[in-house]
């Protein structure tokens, strides 16, 4: 947590948020919020289908919550809304909760959260840059000589901007730092941090090497740091041949060490002040873990539940190889079309629509850069074609269209249309790949089988009215 706590809030790292630009369903609008659906009294309401559906666009901006190629259908999300519940319920009536291993994910989780939003309160919204700031920065960097070129200020502008807020949030994070040590209660053994090295291993008894308002700095982790800071020094000692001769000097380590301790001070500051403030108890915060958790819960369930069931037998192997053989041979030989684009982008667009539900041949037609339409079929050798085509090509099966493939500096989009010949890869060539296969079949089937016995045994409710509510807004607001 600490170290994750360095990566966050260090005033020589700038944290980005990146804003998402959110794509609503037309129907998110909408004022009433409707039950779409019951799972052992535990509702799924119109606001959770909405929330699903932006995190889908989010996710996977070319599928469409109607008609096409990459549609979805709200039925269908309230069904898989309606199996992680019961997921959820199951996993806390068997107590993973419980676990020491998922309490300390939960609370390393409301501490990152807690520390993100006082950064906001405390550095973020405080940064403002202003107009008049970013000219006397231009002023004194670039006309302290006379005046600048025309144009230069709006070439400038963004990075000045940039470099301001830089200098005013590590300002603002020293200072905050600052405040919180003049409030501590501090103790350091520095008889102890003297006697540390970091090209030693030690062992036994648990020592301390400060505690911050009776909270303490594990001597473990003073030391991890203390030995990445040294092997960084050896590292670049490498490279640098005025270091090789200067040794680890003692003068060198007492200000590793210095620098070290007071970082692990400031983010133990950090800690204690992000959950001082209690953010927890917010209902938006509380929701927000919430949602945490029962999505670990989720990962629980499968990691513990149901993963270990899922090792294939030698049986089991032998079985899925011969049932899925023409997936391991070498030499077969393809048919296909392609379309074949100069920029990349023009590749995404296409694949876009193509996901969207546009004809590949049609569209091929239009929008490829070379589109040479076959009236036969031709099979080719799938051997003749480049790493990163044989890639896909062996993943694809009848019918199916690859992914943006970039190849030889073109991007190319392939549909596979036929596969034909070929033999076999001998078994023991492809024993990983039949494990990994074998296991997510197993694994899909035994989860299955799962959610079957536990919906047989939940009281489950559809409110089939509202969700054809909720479809008849689709076709009326979705262009």
Excluded at 173 to 199: C, G, H, T, V, Y
Excluded at 337 to 354: C, H, P, S, V, Y
Excluded at 433 to 442: D, F, I, P, T
């Amino acid at each position: 947590m600490i170290h994750n706590t360095l990566r966050i809030f260090s005033i020589t790292i700038m944290l980005y948020f990146i804003g998402i630009a959110s794509i609503y369903a037309p129907y998110c609008a909408a004022a009433d919020t409707a039950v779409l659906a019951e799972v052992n009294d535990e509702v799924i309401d119109e606001d959770a289908l909405c929330e699903r559906i932006k995190a889908i666009h989010r996710y996977k901006p070319q599928i469409r919550p109607e008609e096409g190629a990459g549609s979805i259908k709200v039925l269908t999300i309230v069904e898989e809304m309606i199996d992680e519940r019961l997921i959820i319920q199951e996993a806390y009536s068997v107590e993973l909760d419980r676990s020491a291993g998922f309490t300390k994910n939960i609370e390393s989780f409301i501490t990152t959260q807690s520390i993100l939003r006082l950064r906001k309160e405390e550095i973020l919204d405080k940064t403002d840059i202003s107009t008049q700031d970013i000219l006397e920065y231009f002023k004194e960097r670039y006309e302290k000589d006379g005046p600048a070129p025309e144009g230069m200020f709006k070439k400038v502008e963004a990075r000045i901007r940039k470099n301001l807020r830089k200098e005013k949030e590590k300002e603002l994070s020293d200072n905050f730092i600052s405040e919180l040590r003049k409030q501590a209660d501090i103790s350091i053994d520095r008889d102890l941090i003297n006697l540390l090295d970091p090209e030693k291993n030690y062992t036994g008894k648990k020592y301390v090497v400060a505690s911050v308002n009776d909270d303490t700095i594990p001597v473990d982790d003073f030391l991890h740091d203390l030995k990445q800071a040294a092997q960084k020094r050896t590292r670049q000692a490498r490279k640098q041949p005025l270091l090789k001769n200067s040794g680890y000097p003692k003068k060198v380590q007492n200000e590793l060490k210095e620098k070290i301790l007071d970082n692990l001070i400031a983010f133990k500051l950090i800690d204690q002040e992000a959950l001082r403030r209690k953010y927890i108890n917010e209902p938006a915060f509380m929701d927000m873990v919430k949602k945490r958790k029962e999505r670990l819960l989720i990962n629980e369930f499968k990691a513990k539940l149901i993963y270990p069931l899922t090792i294939p037998t030698e049986n089991e192997l032998t079985q899925y190889y011969r049932e899925h053989i023409n997936d391991y041979k070498k030499g077969y030989e393809v048919w296909f079309r392609e379309m074949i684009f100069n920029a990349g982008k023009d590749a995404e667009k296409a694949l876009k629509e193509l996901k969207q539900g546009a004809g590949f041949e049609f569209l091929a037609a239009r929008v490829s850069e070379k589109w040479m339409p076959r009236q036969r079929t031709v099979w080719v050798n799938a051997d003749s074609f480049s790493p990163a085509i044989s890639k896909e090509l062996n993943r694809l099966k009848p019918g199916e269209i690859s992914d943006v493939i970039a190849d030889n500096r073109q991007y190319r989009i392939i549909k596979l249309k036929g596969k034909r010949g070929g033999k076999p890869i001998e078994f023991f060539k492809v024993v990983d790949k039949l494990k990994k296969a074998a296991r997510q079949k197993k694994f899909d089937e035994i989860m299955s089988e799962y959610l079957t016995t536990l919906r047989k045994g939940s009281r489950i409710k559809i409110n089939k009215k509202a969700l054809k509510q909720i479809e008849e807004k689709y076709r009326v607001t979705t262009p």
